[in-house]
T-cell receptor
Framework: KQEVTQIPAALSVPEGENLVLNCSFT??????LQWFRQDPGKGLTSLLL?????REQTSGRLNASLDKSSGRSTLYIAASQPGDSATYLC?????????????FGRGTSLIVHP | ETGVTQSPTHLIKTRGQQVTLRCSSQ?????VSWYQQALGQGPQFIFQ???????GRGNFPPRFSGLQFPNYSSELNVNALELDDSALYLC?????????FGSGTQLSVL
């Protein structure tokens, strides 16, 4: 059974700090990995998608890396802002029964205080 | 804006009842998937439809069923509701490999 683990479960930082969120997975035969943001009681917003053949993706202050051999991905957020406060979820797509199915971690709850 | 809309936003049902949740996605998004998210947990995959056929299913019992229609809308039906079915239900459509989520339906089973 594929498992996705996110560490830490919660994080509280002052505004302006650079921070790293971690995602680990048990099966290196992934199809892709996607990072999402979720605000309380809301749906998920896609942040970055990394194909299995890629090492990293960047969008603005966000950078996501992928190391399949070690089963790890990191999401780097530069110069954090209070508006970054949300839960960040990692989803890894594995081949299951002929289809690529995403498995989500439990997320990292981030609070950026002014 | 993801272009994926879900209805209703909130719903309260009684144990044993049946419920239908609806999702409308963007034109051209041929794949739709449904997820159950309990409080404090990540979304759990329920099933996926591609061109109106189910082509993937998670570890959910048969009382969870779905439909996808030619107009890019879909439904999630849950029969014989149990208290543990209380959760946020999310619908996502796919364009390429990217997932676009709706805001979800919060279901409470009393």
């Amino acid at each position: 059974k594929q498992e996705v683990t996110q560490i830490p479960a919660a994080l509280s930082v002052p505004e302006g700090e650079n921070l790293v969120l971690n995602c680990s997975f048990t099966d290196s035969a992934i199809y892709n990995l996607q990072w999402f943001r979720q605000d309380p009681g809301k749906g998920l917003t896609s942040l970055l998608l990394i194909q299995s053949s890629q090492r990293e993706q960047t969008s603005g202050r966000l950078n996501a890396s992928l190391d399949k051999s070690s089963g790890r991905s990191t999401l780097y957020i530069a110069a954090s802002q209070p508006g970054d406060s949300a839960t960040y979820l990692c989803a890894v797509s594995f081949l299951t029964g002929g289809s690529y199915i995403p498995t989500f971690g439990r997320g990292t709850s981030l609070i950026v205080h002014p | 804006e993801t272009g994926v809309t879900q209805s209703p936003t909130h719903l309260i049902k009684t144990r044993g009842q049946q419920v239908t949740l609806r999702c409308s996605s963007q034109s051209g998004h041929n794949t739709v998937s449904w997820y159950q998210q309990a409080l404090g947990q990540g979304p759990q995959f329920i099933f996926q439809y591609y061109r109106e056929e189910e082509n993937g299913r998670g570890n959910f019992p048969p009382r969870f069923s779905g439909l996808q229609f030619p107009n890019y809308s879909s439904e999630l039906n849950v029969n014989a509701l149990e208290l543990d079915d209380s959760a946020l239900y999310l619908c996502a459509s796919s364009f390429g490999e990217k997932l676009f989520f709706g805001s979800g339906t919060q279901l409470s089973v009393l």
